[in-house]
């Protein structure tokens, strides 16, 4: 069954445009053109995505968000946007996005995003992957919890479930120092098993419970 979509965006052409381009991989329910409307839409259709700039009229991609996790909604949000800040991205991870991705990659890119957070996943764009987990897990005044982006991205993996094989695979690394950078997440972060480590990636939006 496709995926039931909401496109938010203040430009109409833009969300035109990414109507299009999702063709026949979702169900495009509604295209909104800002967070009032966006909000109202949800409420009525019940998407299991939300494709959502981040600044728009009346009321943010962000706020709107907020908003409707707040009346229990359990659509999987993706902001699409120009806006490349890690601690924009950090903050929408933080607040229960699933998805993080940049308009000037938008195409291909944004069909994978969609099929990764159906999947329970957060899809976050590779083109600010490495400073937005940096940001997200290095808060200003968190001495405790500063891990390196290889680190980063060796929990990231670990959280999503994969094998030290995969993760080596993914990471062009030898299985030893994939296993080596577990251990190091493990003490710096002062746990004990791979379980508290995905509970704090989840903890941190790095991946969805």
């Not at 908003?67 to 929408?92: M, N, V, Y």
């Not at 991870?93 to 999947?119: N, P």
């Not at 296993?179 to 990636?201: I, Y």
Request: glycine share 6%; aromatic share 4%; charged share 25%.
């Amino acid at each position: 069954m496709k995926p039931r979509v909401i496109l938010a965006d203040d430009h109409v052409m833009v969300a035109e445009g990414l109507g299009r381009l999702l063709g026949e991989s979702v169900d495009l329910v509604a295209c909104v053109n800002d967070g009032k409307q966006l909000v109202e839409a949800a409420r009525k259709l019940w998407p299991d995505v939300i494709v959502s700039d981040l600044t728009m009229p009346v009321m943010s991609g962000l706020d709107a968000m907020k908003e409707l996790k707040a009346d229990g909604s359990r659509a999987r949000f993706i902001f699409l946007t120009i806006h490349t800040e890690p601690r924009l991205a950090a903050q929408a991870l933080r607040a229960g996005a699933s998805g993080y991705l940049l308009k000037q990659a938008a195409g291909e890119e944004l069909i994978e995003a969609i099929r990764t957070v159906m999947d329970n996943r957060t899809y976050l764009t590779p083109l600010i992957t490495k400073d937005v987990l940096w940001t997200i897990a290095n808060p200003p005044g968190d001495r405790d919890s500063v891990l390196t982006p290889r680190q980063l991205d060796v929990l990231r993996l670990v959280a999503q479930g994969k094998r030290m094989k995969e993760i080596a695979s993914e990471l062009n690394l030898s299985v030893r120092t994939v296993e080596d950078h577990k251990a190091q997440l493990l003490r710096a972060l002062g746990f004990e098993s791979t379980a508290d480590l995905v509970k704090f990636a989840v903890r941190q939006g790095l991946v969805s419970d």
